[in-house]
C-alpha cells in the first residue's frame, strides 16, 4: 500500500512531517514521513512501557499478560522496521557512498546489533512477570526497559539526522516508492488492522490532520476498524499508567 506523494514546495522539496519527540527532518525530494510515524510510535511505546512497568502491582497477572501482549506487537513491528532497513536500504545506500557515508551506514546496523540483547532481556521479563514473578524481577525489567530505551532513542535520532540526510541525497522518489512497497508487502489483512491505529496513537488533532493527507485512504479506512480493538488493548496493558493515551 503506496503513501500518497505530497506535494513538493517551489525549491522542489517536500514538507516534511514533523512530531514530537522527532530529533531532526532533512529537507529533500522524498516524503518519508512513514518511517517518522514508526519513529513515533517507538519512542511512544517505550516511554508507555517505562512509566507502566514500575507502577503495575507485581501479582496482577492479568495485567502482565496484557502487557507481555502489546510487548509483543512492540517487538513485532520494530523488528519488522529494522529488518527492513537492514535488508534493502542500507545495502542500497552502500552502493552509491562515499566512505565517510558508509560509515553512517555500519553504525545503523552495529546500533542496531547493541539494541536487540536489550529487546531480548526484555522479552524475558515481560514473560517473567506474565507467569508469576516479583518486585525484584520488575525491577529488574524497569531498570532493561531504561536502557532500551535510552539505546533505541540514541538510534533513532541517529537515524533521523544522518541517516535520512543520506537517504534524501541517494534516493529517487521512485525507489523511495519501491522500498515502501516492499516493507509493505508481507503484511497481512489482520497486521494493518493493528498497525495502522498504533501508528496514530498519540497524535493531535492537527498532526492526525497531517497524516490524512498523505496516506492511502484504505490505510484510514483500517485504523478506523481497528481502533475500537486497538484501544480496548491500550486500557488493559496501561491501566496504571494515567499519562498513556488511547
Sequence with gaps: MTAQTHPATPSG??????????????????????????????????ADFARCVPRTP??????????????????????????????????????????????????????????????????AGFARMAAGADDT?????????????????????????????????????????GLEEKFGDDSSLTDALRLAPWMLKGLDDDRRAIVKQRVPRPLWVLAALGARSFRRGERRAFRYDPDSTV
Excluded: N
Design 13 to 46: 522539496t517536500v514538507e516534511q512531517l514533523r512530531l514530537p519527540g522527532q530529533f531532526a527532518a532533512p529537507d529533500g525530494p522524498l516524503d518519508p514521513f512513514m518511517m517518522y510515524l514508526a519513529h513515533h510510535g517507538f519512542r511512544r511505546d517505550l
Design 58 to 123: 507485581s501479582a496482577d497477572r492479568t495485567t502482565w499478560r496484557a502487557l507481555q501482549k502489546r510487548w509483543s506487537i512492540f517487538r513485532e513491528i520494530l523488528h519488522h522496521h529494522h529488518a527492513g532497513e537492514d535488508a534493502w536500504i542500507w545495502p542500497l545506500l552502500e552502493e552509491r557512498s562515499t566512505d565517510d557515508e558508509r560509515a553512517i551506514l555500519a553504525a545503523m546496523e552495529s546500533e542496531h546489533g547493541l539494541i536487540d540483547p536489550l529487546l531480548d532481556a526484555c522479552d
Design 137 to 177: 524481577d520488575r525491577a529488574d525489567l524497569t531498570t532493561v526497559l531504561g536502557d532500551t530505551h535510552a539505546h533505541l532513542t540514541a538510534h533513532l535520532a541517529h537515524e533521523e539526522s544522518d541517516a535520512l540526510t543520506l537517504i534524501q541525497a541517494r534516493l529517487s522518489v521512485e525507489e523511495w516508492a
